[in-house]
């Protein structure tokens, strides 16, 4: 596809639903951009706000589970490419509530397929080209042991979460209505990302934000679980190559090449933190209740606590089929990514205290007690 298309994004106003939304702009700047997002507490318009002003842009408040609101968009806007990111997607909160991600997850997804086809299939009037891109998780393979090989688009699904087993039937259905009714559809699973923007109940933020507070690092277990971490604007950078290149009804997976032991990470987020008020006095001042304000370890608030129902031990991403078929290939170490992200964490610190309010406090209190 050259000529400039309409994306609806579902999920913009997401971590990185937002990411993506500015790094598309910023590629293809002729391509009309039409997020829809709910603004859930994961949801917030400032992620939005850079790219806010531009006359190929438009937010629409509404829900994925709302199909009159979908049917609208995909008429009025002869939306011809969709790329849905709008998911719940927070594996603790599936635990406690799952019927959330069944709703979104699924049927939501469900509802965006119904509509895609209704306009670009059954109608006459369809786009001459269209592409339903599905964004999924590495969560849907399941778990490995130390030895096992990475995932590849070939292993089965086994998901363990009741998070992950609503992606893996939205991964499903997308599948489903390749295979049925001829829509072209791309996915990508992706492993962990990180950057800025993510929502501070994931691991990196979330620690973050306790580090320069004063408050524990709770890590789950005893920190030996293993994840594969990805920057943000690689795996936009992923997604770009599978919806200008990817094949029509294939799946590829986006990883980092980057797997770390939850403690050491915790760990080394405690060094880089002590480093960083080392060099800038300010911090300090800024932060004030962060033990590395008064020349304490960072590492002093490590706290284990109760592990995570069906905790999955390891993640790792096969990403060659990406690479050798695009030529994906993550642009960020860790290090790299894990400074930028720290940098902007700490620049932000209005950002991270007006989404972190009500409702997101309310149920961490209400489901993780100070002695879990
Ligand atoms: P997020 O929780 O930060 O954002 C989700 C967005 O979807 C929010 O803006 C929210 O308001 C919106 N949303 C939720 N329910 C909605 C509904 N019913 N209708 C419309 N909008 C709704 O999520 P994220 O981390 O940005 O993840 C985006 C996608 O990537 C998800 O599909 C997730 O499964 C997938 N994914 C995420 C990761 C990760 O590490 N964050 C890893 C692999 C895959
Ligand atoms: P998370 O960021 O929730 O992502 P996911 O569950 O999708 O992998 O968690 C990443 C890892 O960090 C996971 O093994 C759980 C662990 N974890 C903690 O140890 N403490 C925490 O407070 C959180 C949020 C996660």
């Known amino acids: 596809m050259t000529a400039a298309r309409k994306v609806l994004v579902t999920g913009g106003a ?16 002729s391509d ?13 318009l400032a992620n939005l706000e850079s790219v806010a002003a531009g006359d190929n842009y438009r937010f629409v408040h509404g829900n994925i589970l709302d199909v009159a609101t979908i049917d609208e968009l995909m008429l009025g806007e002869q939306v011809d490419t969709i790329v849905h990111f709008a998911a719940e997607s927070h594996v603790d909160r599936s635990i406690h509530e799952p019927d959330a991600f069944i709703q979104t997850n699924v049927i939501g997804t469900n509802n965006l397929l119904m509509a895609a086809r209704k306009h670009w299939i059954d109608s006459d ?12 998780t590495d969560e849907v393979y399941g778990t490995l042991g130390p030895d096992d090989p990475a995932f590849t688009e070939q292993t089965l699904y086994a998901p363990n979460s009741p998070y992950a087993a609503s992606k893996a039937a939205s991964d499903h259905l997308v599948r489903s209505y390749h295979h049925t009714f001829g829509m072209q559809v791309t996915t990508s699973n992706c492993s962990n990302n990180y950057g800025p923007y993510q929502f501070p109940e994931k691991l990196i933020p979330l620690m973050i934000v ?34 200008n290149q990817g094949q029509r009804g294939a799946t590829y997976n986006i990883g980092g090449n980057n797997e770390w032991r939850n403690i050491d990470i915790v760990n080394q987020l405690c060094k880089s933190i002590d480093a960083a008020f080392e060099a800038d006095d300010q911090l300090a001042a800024h932060f004030p209740d962060a033990p590395a304000a008064g020349g304490k370890k960072t590492e002093s608030l490590i706290t284990f606590v109760k592990d995570r129902l069906g905790h999955d031990w390891r993640y790792a991403i096969d990403a060659t089929l990406a690479e050798s078929e695009l030529g994906y290939k993550p642009l960020e170490s860790f290090e790299s990514g894990f400074q930028l992200t720290l940098n902007w964490m700490l620049q932000n610190e209005m950002w991270w205290r007006a989404v972190m309010d009500g409702s997101y406090r309310d149920w961490i209190s209400k489901n993780y007690s100070a002695d879990d």
């Open 14 to 29: 997401g971590f990185i639903g937002a990411n993506f939304v500015r790094y598309w702009s910023e590629c293809y700047p």
């Open 125 to 136: 009037s369809g786009p001459a080209a269209h592409l339903f891109h599905h964004v999924s």
């Open 32 to 44: 009309r951009i039409i997020v829809l997002d709910a603004l859930t507490y994961a949801g917030n």
């Open 210 to 243: 306790n580090a320069v507070t004063g408050k524990p690092l709770p890590v789950y277990g005893d920190g030996s679980n293993i994840r594969d971490w990805l920057y943000v604007e690689d795996h936009c950078r992923g997604i770009d190559r599978v919806i």
